[in-house]
């Protein structure tokens, strides 16, 4: 089961730092990411993390979002600086399948499963 939380709504330049709990799971090995999907925009891969350490981003949040996992917990973060209106939607976190990209996880078939969702605004 994976459960997000941490959206909200934020004017642009704002920072926001989502989590998704992990359970029933075993993490020796991990193949995580984040997407989002906006009304008219469909489902956009943001980034990925592994347990080896490769660490992946969509162009369009470089330099912004950074990814990471709880040295402890089962918990992953996705923490977003410098938020634009562009950026508002729904934050889902998935487990990837082995040889999927960054890319594919606009394809369902890409993923093993998903939260539920976490709302993100950023207000002009």
């Known amino acids: 089961q994976l459960v997000e939380s941490g959206g909200g709504s934020v004017e642009a330049g704002g920072s926001l730092r989502l989590s998704c709990e992990v359970s029933g799971y075993t993490f020796t090995y991990y193949y995580m990411g984040w997407f989002r999907e906006a009304p008219g925009k469909g489902r956009e891969g943001i980034a990925t993390i592994r347990s080896n350490g490769s660490i992946h981003y969509a162009d369009a949040v470089k330099g912004r979002f950074t990814i990471s996992k709880d040295k402890v917990k089962t918990t992953f973060y996705l923490q977003m600086i410098s938020l634009k209106p562009e950026d508002s939607g729904m934050y889902f976190c998935?487990?990837?399948?082995?040889?999927?990209?960054?890319?594919?996880?606009?394809?369902?078939?890409?993923?093993?499963?998903w939260g539920q969702g976490t709302l993100v605004t950023v207000s002009a």
């Open positions: 998935a487990i990837v399948r082995d040889g999927a990209k960054l890319e594919h996880m606009a394809i369902p078939g890409a993923l093993d499963t």
